[in-house]
């Protein structure tokens, strides 16, 4: 690889590592690019990047972005990044789906907002609910309450009318 093209690749994953605030370091190795492809297209329908990359690059990246999130152990064998914003149990969900097929990839750590969690917090992320899931609940529950309000207010009115039309049937009896 000409210097050229390992300084682009820098520059585009300080890019990513600055514009997405949701990492996953995972290991691929074990995965064909059948797999791949698939987990890519997994990926990309919740709007999610995944990118194959080298450790070495990567450690550069790091450096000059002056975090130093990933430790350097964690930085072995094959490694891709999952990237995500505002979502963290996005990426970790189809992360679960795969590997209800398939025994790879192996998640290495999570940046999250700047913060380093390890491969164990994996487990805790992919069993939280999605935002999505989270912003239905919250409707739910503004929703409730007024749901409340109308069925009490209906079963008012349904009462009121039926007093009306008991009081009918009874002028309508005496006639």
Do not use: C
Not at 19 to 48: A, S
Not at 55 to 83: C, F, H, M, W
Not at 157 to 171: N, P
């Amino acid at each position: 690889m000409l210097k050229k093209d390992r300084e682009k690749i820098v520059q585009e994953l300080v890019d990513d590592l600055k514009n997405f605030n949701i990492v996953y370091l995972v290991d691929f190795q074990g995965l064909n690019v059948e797999e791949i492809t698939t987990l890519r297209k997994d990926f990309r329908k919740n709007g999610v990047k995944f990118r194959v990359v080298k450790n070495t690059l990567l450690r550069i990246a790091q450096d000059r972005l002056e975090n130093n999130l990933l430790d350097s152990s964690i930085l072995l064998g094959s490694s891709a990044l999952v990237l995500a914003k505002d979502d963290p149990i996005s990426p970790a969900k189809t992360i679960r789906e795969f590997l209800k097929k398939h025994d790879k990839p192996q998640i290495k750590g999570i940046i999250v907002d700047d913060s380093f969690f390890g491969a164990e917090k994996y487990e805790e992320f992919s069993k939280l609910p999605s935002v999505d899931e989270l912003r239905a609940r919250m409707i739910g529950s503004i929703k409730a309450p007024l749901n409340g309000i109308v069925f009490v207010l209906s079963g008012l009115l349904r009462g009121f009318l039926s007093q009306l039309d008991q009081i009918r049937e009874q002028k309508a009896a005496e006639k």
